[in-house]
């Protein structure tokens, strides 16, 4: 079975300083990675994915991710953050022996922008 | 293009009764899933539909139902309510499985 681990359940950053949100899977299979953004009392918004070809993909807001199979690794980075930055951040996988529908989600990461 | 709805937005409920959650997916999608969040357990997968088939479910007791209609539209129903099914349900709605999950605002259930 697939699994996602958040390394950070928060991070506070200053505005306009860079982030990382890092994200670790677990699959014996290839997956699809993909982040997702939750702002309060709202649903989920895509942020980016990566489904295969290059391997730094860039999504919107100004973030990027970075697949690295080796390490397993589908990290987040913003290289100058903004106050609605604010929200909490999941990376989720798809596929292999899970199905490609179904997203398996990691504990989220709270971003807090202080000013 | 509207996009997912959910209904009702905010549910109280009393253990031991039923509910049942609505789900509209964005116009032209075929493909909806649900999933719960909660504090402890995070967002798990319940069901996903397509084209009115249960493709894939989650490890949810049987408590636990959904259905998904000729125009795509989408319910789940919890039976016998627990204090423990207090949760965010979040449904998502796709053009077909493996394009882009489109997630609605969720229904906050609680169970009093």
């Known amino acids: 079975a697939q699994s996602v681990t958040q390394l950070d359940s928060q991070v506070p950053v200053f505005e306009e300083a860079p982030v990382e949100l890092r994200c670790n899977y677990s699959s014996s299979v290839s997956v699809y990675l993909f982040w997702y953004v939750q702002y309060p009392n709202q649903g989920l918004q895509l942020l980016l994915k990566?489904?295969?070809?290059?391997?730094l993909v860039k999504g919107i807001n100004g973030f990027e991710a970075e697949f690295n199979k080796s390490q397993t690794s589908f990290h987040l980075r913003k290289p100058s953050v903004h106050i609605s930055d604010t929200a909490e951040y999941f990376c989720a996988v798809s596929g292999g022996d899970q199905g490609a529908q179904k997203l398996v989600f990691g504990q989220g990461t709270r971003l807090t922008i202080n000013p | 293009k509207a996009g997912v709805t959910q209904t009702p937005r905010y549910l109280i409920k009393t253990r031991g009764q039923q509910v049942t959650l609505s789900c509209s997916p964005i116009?032209?999608?075929?493909?909806v899933s649900w999933y719960q969040q909660t504090p402890g357990q995070g967002l798990q997968f319940l069901f996903e539909?397509?084209?009115?088939?249960?493709?894939n479910k989650g490890n949810f007791p049987g408590r636990f139902s959904g259905r998904q209609f000729s125009n795509s539209r989408s319910e789940m129903n919890v039976s016998t309510l627990e204090l423990g099914d207090s949760a965010l349900y979040l449904c998502?709605?796709?053009?077909?499985?493996?394009?882009?999950?489109?997630f609605g605002p969720g229904t906050r259930l609680t169970v009093l």
């Open positions: 116009s032209g999608h075929r493909s």
């Open positions: 539909y397509f084209s009115e088939t249960q493709r």
């Open positions: 998502a709605s796709s053009l077909a499985p493996l394009s882009e999950q489109f």
């Open positions: 990566y489904l295969s070809g290059s391997t």
